[in-house]
């Protein structure tokens, strides 16, 4: 059983839409990462909340926009995507900021 | 730089033989290192880490690494690989909160 939550599986949206993805873990992890993962390559780390607050942004477009509003949730705002930004986006958590333990199954995204 | 190179892009062996997949790391100093596996359309699972002390570092699903220090390595082995093994497997290093994914290595199982 997937420990990290994450919705919806799946997401096809136009480069004009908006929409989030969300992200859910119940361990008591004060840590929640997302990272993006292209076909065939290591995951790519986007951001990371520690406590709530964000720790790391790597230097990823505004178009991406994280919120943390509890220690338990984490979503990725999306606005004016591009093609290029297909892609599978995992959520991953941890007791502490160093290393991602647990990962969810990801929500495939298609930008059309 | 620092970097993670898992040398082996795919790796086949035959279901019940022995595997040996490999990471080397390049760093100033020695890194907290990972392995984790990916099996299609799923996340990753992490198998087992290491931060110091015992070089031969037990995981789930029953694998293990042997960290060397002199060679920069750290090694995953299984001593008899099952179908459901076939999958992606990621080497990572995380030195000062700044952590580094190899590019993976696909494995193959033979029936």
């Known amino acids: 059983d997937t420990e990290v939550t994450q919705t919806p599986k799946h997401l096809v949206m136009g480069m004009t839409n908006k929409k989030s993805l969300k992200c859910e873990q119940h361990?008591?992890?004060?840590?929640m990462y997302w990272y993006k993962q292209k076909a065939k390559k290591p995951p790519e780390l986007m951001f990371v909340?520690?406590?709530?607050?964000?720790?790391i942004n790597e230097s990823v477009p505004s178009r991406f926009s994280p919120e943390c509003p509890n220690s338990s949730l984490l979503n990725l705002h999306l606005h004016a995507l591009q093609p290029e930004d297909s892609a599978l986006y995992l959520c991953?958590?941890?007791?502490?900021?160093?290393?991602?333990?647990?990962f969810g199954d990801g929500t495939r995204l298609s930008i059309l | 730089a620092q970097s993670v190179t898992q040398p082996d892009i795919h790796i086949t062996v035959s279901e019940g033989a022995s595997l040996e997949l490999r990471c080397n790391y390049s760093y100033g100093a020695t890194p907290y290192l990972f392995w984790y596996v990916q099996s299609p359309g799923q996340g990753l699972q992490l198998l087992l880490k290491?931060?110091?002390?015992?070089?031969l570092v037990q995981g789930i699903k029953g694998f293990e690494a042997e960290f060397k220090r002199s060679q920069s390595s750290f090694n995953l082995r299984k001593p008899s690989v099952h179908w459901s093994d076939a999958a992606e497997y990621f080497c990572a290093a995380n030195n000062a909160g700044k952590s580094t994914f190899g590019d993976g290595t696909t494995l193959t199982v033979k029936p």
């Open positions: 290491y931060f110091s002390g015992d070089t």
């Open positions: 361990m008591g992890h004060r840590a």
């Open positions: 991953a958590s941890s007791q502490a900021g160093v290393q991602p333990q647990h």
């Open positions: 909340y520690s406590y709530e607050k964000l720790s």
